[in-house]
């Protein structure tokens, strides 16, 4: 009985360290839970071409179709999004999870590593080498470190919370069969590290991370008992390294110049790069999404101290594991752990920073338990007074790792909040300036501060062509900026010769003024064979062709293309309408075009306004073209020409003089150098009595706007020929003769006017 009922109270006590490390880690990241995608967190959820179950079946079987090779990953993206779709508290609850989880499981590992063995694992009697619950403490600072919020609180890492899953429940099921020899908790374990692999392949580590601990419990190896049932692992492990670093090379970019290291300055990189985690999990201070770029080649030779400061660590640590093993252990789990990521194989991430906070999330799992433990057997000889002292220092410990990390937490807000902050903190990163630029560009009234950010990023890496694209964006916007932006894409794809994003957008301003159709032309069909699924390519280069002779059934392919790849596309469906609105017979498609736009997007003004003026040429679709025009005005009422249409349609339905004139007034009072609006003023008010002062002012003022508007020119020259003003009337129709002398419309009306005379 009292055996059960202490067994009873274990649990409880276990289940109630549960329940406060779950608490600490939402507490910790509530601030992130609300926060929206970050940066290339679209590229890593589930892409709509991915979301159906074909899109499933290409996770596992197509390189490429996935930015990363991580099929379990992906896998459980997929899920997620059939969960929740594009809710993305969804995802960082469930990262949040996975992080606990893995925080619990690593005390119980901790628990059965921190048991002092007899001969071998689980065998001889047993007794706690470093003092009980020291393992909590440990899971719990793991939990609640600052460098960890990168992985915990961006939703792209869940590559790491989920692969330290696999990879603690991977360990903890081999343990067991060292401790049984039973088959299934070796087939077990090396399913959990496969899956592991599929998740994040910088665990591949971990066999020879298990080879570390049973060194360290055992005080040796044997090849028979330790090594030879992990070979298979390190084999697979192999494998899934080098697919990854194939990956990154060729589908993500991990090459040219910096990469271009030799073993020499590999072999400096990483012994900075050691340190800087080490140092960086003892004083979590200025933590940043992205740190300093180091040039590797002017600052290597500098960085032998670094070098020379971890070979003598181990040696020393070497000689001393007689007296301590855990310190090498500890060491040796630490920089094992950090192996991937030390700078011998290229990733991309390396043309930012070659240290970044989810690099060492795996590694900080060693290196705080191996500090916690250390710290545990060091106070188990202190007096019940240094006890308490103790206690107390990792009360205050855990309270500050807590705030510093609810404070990180909120920058995963958006990305502009994280990136100012990033900037703030290493004004030299140029991604950090192409990212905030980025989000900035996205909301109104920020266009200024983009085009600087993008400037800031230019000037710290002038050969980044993603921000070259960005800036020629946003110039373009400008006055005066198309030739800068042309240039800007032009520098872009000399850059990146293959860059689809660039092909299109120097395409869109090669094809604004319509003069250089051809060449935008040519440059959407370029950015389609590099990327065949360009939707928006796809588009444009249907609406370029639209203004092409002759080739419209060409534009109708690529418009049933564009809708094929994203049949709810509201654009697509829009641009489609307008162009088969502008052909012969086509009306009737043009209105179910228009429909499906709407259903799509029932807000969109310029769609609605769009489709009204397709429904007021056709018969019996007046009113509903009136109707379509009063909802345009309801979500845009400063549309001026939408008020100009609007009076036109409330014209042709007759009684409606004093609207009519009203919203012609209104279009003018918003934009007074619209001339059609003129024109079309002066001819209604040329109907209404003791108003043709006011109908002659608008027709000059018509002409005066547009010197070469030929209708203008012949409608002031009706309104003064209606007022018996023939000579003037004349004079305006000869006017519009000497621009057009081929305006069959003026010489038709002056012929009429000499006959008139003679008669």
């Not at 092409?548 to 094929?564: C, D, S």
Request: proline fraction near 4%.
């Amino acid at each position: 009985m009292p055996d059960r009922a202490t067994g009873r109270q274990f649990a409880l006590n276990q289940w109630g360290l549960v329940s406060l490390v779950f608490g600490l880690v939402l507490i910790c990241y509530w601030p992130a839970l609300h926060g929206v995608r970050l940066w290339d967190d679209s590229a890593h959820i589930t892409r709509p071409a991915l979301q159906s179950w074909t899109g499933l079946w290409r996770i596992w079987t197509e390189l490429g179709a996935t930015q990363q090779y991580y099929p379990v990953l992906h896998t459980a993206f997929w899920i997620e999004h059939r969960l929740w779709g594009d809710a993305t508290i969804g995802y960082h609850l469930v990262n949040l999870v996975w992080h606990a989880t893995s925080v619990c499981l690593l005390a119980g590992l901790l628990r059965h590593l921190w048991i002092a063995p007899g001969r071998y694992l689980g065998k001889g009697p047993r007794s706690h080498l470093i003092p009980a619950g020291t393992e909590w403490l440990a899971a719990v600072v793991f939990a609640i470190h600052p460098v960890c919020a990168e992985s915990v609180a961006w939703i792209s890492e869940q590559k790491n919370t989920l692969s330290l899953l696999f990879y603690l429940l991977s360990a903890i099921t081999y343990f067991k069969y060292c401790d049984s020899r039973r088959s299934s908790s070796y087939a077990g374990a090396l399913i959990f590290f496969i899956l592991a692999l599929g998740t994040k392949s910088v665990t591949a580590t971990l066999p020879a991370a298990i080879l570390v601990v049973l060194w360290w419990k055992n005080g040796g190896l044997s090849w028979r008992r330790d090594v030879l049932p992990l070979l298979p692992w390190f084999c697979v492990g192999l494998a899934a390294g080098s697919l990854t670093a194939w990956v990154e090379r060729a589908f993500i970019g991990a090459e040219g110049n910096r990469f271009d290291l030799s073993l020499v300055e590999r072999t400096l990189l990483a012994g900075r790069v050691v340190w800087f985690y080490f140092f960086k999990l003892i004083w979590p201070a200025d933590v940043a999404f992205f740190y300093p770029h180091w040039d590797v080649r002017a600052e290597a030779h500098g960085w032998i101290g670094y070098s020379s400061a971890a070979v003598v660590c181990t040696v020393i640590l070497w000689a001393l594991r007689g007296r301590t093993r855990g310190l090498l252990a500890g060491w040796l789990l630490f920089a094992g752990s950090l192996f991937p990521a030390l700078g011998f194989f290229n990733v991309y991430p390396f043309t930012f920073s070659y240290v970044a906070d989810h690099f060492q999330y795996l590694a900080s799992v060693s290196f705080i338990s191996a500090v916690v433990g250390g710290a545990g057997l060091l106070v188990a000889r202190f007096s019940p007074w240094g006890m308490r002292l103790a206690k107390a220092t990792a009360v205050i410990l855990v309270a500050g790792l807590a705030i510093m990390t609810v404070r990180q937490s909120r920058l995963y807000r958006d990305d502009e909040t994280l990136f100012r902050a990033t900037v703030d903190r290493v004004p030299t990163s140029w991604m950090a300036h192409h990212i905030l630029a980025f989000s900035l560009a996205k909301k109104p009234g920020h266009r200024t501060e983009a085009i600087a950010e993008y400037r800031a990023a230019l000037r710290l890496n002038p050969e980044f062509p993603d921000s070259h694209l960005g800036l020629g964006v946003e110039v373009a916007a400008t006055p005066a900026g198309r030739a800068e932006a042309v240039a800007e894409y032009e520098r872009a794809l000399t850059l990146r010769p293959d860059y689809a994003e660039a092909h299109n957008a120097l395409g869109v301003e090669l094809a604004r003024t319509g003069e250089h159709l051809s060449e935008a032309i040519t440059h959407y069909e370029r950015a389609l064979r590099i990327k065949p699924d360009f939707v928006e390519a796809q588009l444009n280069l249907a609406n370029a062709l639209m203004k092409m002779p002759g080739r419209n059934e060409e534009a109708f392919g690529h418009y049933v293309e564009a809708l094929r790849l994203r049949p709810n596309y509201a654009q697509a469906h829009s641009d489609f309408a307008d162009a088969l609105s502008a052909l012969p017979g086509k009306a009737e498609e043009a209105v179910a075009q228009y429909r499906e736009a709407l259903r799509l997007n029932p807000d969109s003004a310029a769609i609605h306004f769009r489709f009204a003026n397709t429904l007021v040429h056709l018969p019996g679709r007046l009113a509903e073209a009136v109707s379509n025009y009063e909802t345009v005005l309801r979500l845009k009422p400063d549309f001026a020409e939408a008020h100009a249409n609007y009076a036109n349609a409330l014209a042709n339905q007759g009684g409606h003089d004093a609207a009519v004139l009203a919203h012609y007034e209104t279009a003018l009072r918003i934009d007074p150098a619209l001339p059609w609006v003129h024109l079309n003023l002066a001819l209604y008010l040329s109907r209404i009595p003791g108003r043709e002062a006011e109908a002659v002012r608008h027709g000059e003022e018509a002409v005066r706007l547009k010197p070469d508007y030929l209708d203008a020119y012949n409608g002031l020259a009706i309104i003064f020929a209606q007022q018996g003003r023939w000579d003037e009337a004349k004079t305006s129709w000869e006017k519009a003769l000497s621009v057009d002398p081929n305006y069959q419309t003026a010489r038709q009306n002056l012929d009429l006017l000499e006959r008139m005379k003679k008669r």
